[in-house]
């Protein structure tokens, strides 16, 4: 018999503010008693100025140790900050080394939370051309849903069949599944998409924190995903449950 599964594999960028990147991540895993093994793609340096580097880290490098952490432990994998067609690429070669049926969360990080870009749109659409079709769980919130599937951001602020259209794209793309976050929309409660390819689209609601922020909460979010989808969780559980962490992670101020 297997044994269950005792850590989440973790690729994704350093923030040397501490505020998001692995180091969240890992504070995700660890809170559902699951190890953290955390490899890092970019050394960023961010802070009151925003992003000032990105540092990105030898594709080759991070990917040989990734393959060496991937065991029979790791319950799910799960993609932050991959800053470039090279770390893309290597992403995608990992995915494909992934035992059948294991999760993998892939959270498109493409602009920091002050607005800074990690990757410009050439990119983001090569980045799409090499894991949309790898059977990847992607977590955009809607400005990247929106840049990933070339949509005006207003309608999906306001509009919910919208957003389910678009991530009806993502899924015909190759996607195994797409939650889209609803937190920059204009609805109260806030409503995140679950949309796994066959079957029916699911609406995870959570209260709307008004006048509250953190940085960080889609690294949380879809390591907290990713941790409980190791545990056994179904998708649409284990979505509602870290959309609820996230927010109480933000009504708590971290």
Known sequence: MNEPARAVLVIGGHDSSGQAGVEV???AVESLDLEARVVVSAWT???SMGVTEIGAVDPSLWLAEALSLLDEQVGAVKFGLLPGLAAARAA??????VAPGLPVVLDPVIAASSGERFLDHAIVEGYCEQLLSLGAIWTPN?????ELCDVD???LESDLEARSAAAERLVAAG??????????????PVQ????ERGVRPYWSRRERLEGRSLRGTGCRYASSLAGRLALGFSLPQAAQEAGEWVAGC????G
């Open 25 to 27: 991540d890992r504070s």
């Open 45 to 47: 340096q961010q802070g």
């Open 92 to 97: 995608g070669s990992l995915m494909q080394e």
């Open 142 to 146: 809607l400005p990247e849903l929106a």
């Open 153 to 155: 951001l207003g309608l």
């Open 175 to 188: 996607a195994r599944a797409v939650l889209v976050k609803g937190g920059h929309g204009v609805e109260s």
């Open 192 to 195: 995140d998409l679950v949309l």
């Open 250 to 253: 933000i009504e708590r101020g």
